[in-house]
Nanobody, 115 residues
Framework: QVRVVESGGGLVQAGGSLRLSCAASGGTFSRYVMGWYRQAPGKEREWVATVLSGGARDYVDSVKGRFTIWRDNDKNTVFLQMNNLKPEDTAVYHC?????????WGQGTQVTVSA
């Protein structure tokens, strides 16, 4: 059973930074595609970033140049560094992976950016 647990959210002023972490367990982490999603109040869940097993990365346009995703396979952890945060980044951020067709989500971590 794969499990992912997020941490690192909080309250920050616009222009500030936060680093999110997602610790994975229960499988071969190095093989997994790992992603971050977010859901703001009243909105649908939105994809934010993905890192492939080989390290290739992709981002939604709204965070390009501000957010960086990377993975540490020795620690079974994926990170999301968020710089120059904006109020519209406020959301619950979820870690995600899919293994053999099964999707796994973390409980989420709240990020709140004040103007």
């Amino acid at each position: 059973q794969v499990r992912v647990v997020e941490s690192g959210g909080g309250l920050v002023q616009a222009g500030g930074s936060l680093r999110l972490s997602c610790a994975a367990s229960g499988g071969t982490f190095s093989r997994y595609v790992m992603g971050w999603y977010r859901q703001a109040p009243g909105k649908e869940r939105e994809w934010v970033a993905t890192v492939l097993s080989g390290g290739a990365r992709d981002y939604v346009d709204s965070v390009k140049g501000r957010f960086t995703i990377w993975r540490d396979n020795d620690k079974n952890t994926v990170f999301l560094q968020m710089n120059n945060l904006k109020p519209e980044d406020t959301a619950v951020y979820h870690c995600h992976t899919a293994v053999r067709g099964a999707k796994y989500w973390g409980q989420g971590t709240q990020v709140t950016v004040s103007a």
